[in-house]
């Protein structure tokens, strides 16, 4: 619900905020690599919100298979525009 009143990130602003969260190191021109759990929980944030929980006490691979779902549910039936 506040994310309608943060000022939108640049290009250049979403870059260095996803480079903080990648391991450090010398990549190249290759991208950094990225622990799958925290990307997770970026897409988690991004698609549902920073608020978005589980109640249920279980397991963190079930909790990725409710944020997969969470995620896929609710984008389903948006249209790309050509």
């Given at each position: 619900m506040f994310k309608l009143f943060?000022?939108?990130e640049t290009?250049?602003?979403i870059k260095e905020r996803v480079l903080k969260l990648c391991?450090?190191?010398d990549y190249d021109i290759c991208p950094?690599?990225?622990n799958a759990n925290v990307?997770?929980?970026e897409?988690?944030?991004f698609f549902l919100g920073?608020?978005?929980y589980v109640v249920m006490p279980i397991e963190h691979e079930q909790v990725?298979?409710?944020i997969v779902y969470a995620i896929e549910t609710k984008y389903k039936r948006l249209k790309v525009k050509k």
């Amino acid at each position: 619900m506040f994310k309608l009143f943060r000022r939108p990130e640049t290009d250049q602003q979403i870059k260095e905020r996803v480079l903080k969260l990648c391991k450090k190191g010398d990549y190249d021109i290759c991208p950094p690599s990225m622990n799958a759990n925290v990307a997770i929980n970026e897409l988690k944030n991004f698609f549902l919100g920073e608020d978005w929980y589980v109640v249920m006490p279980i397991e963190h691979e079930q909790v990725i298979t409710e944020i997969v779902y969470a995620i896929e549910t609710k984008y389903k039936r948006l249209k790309v525009k050509k």
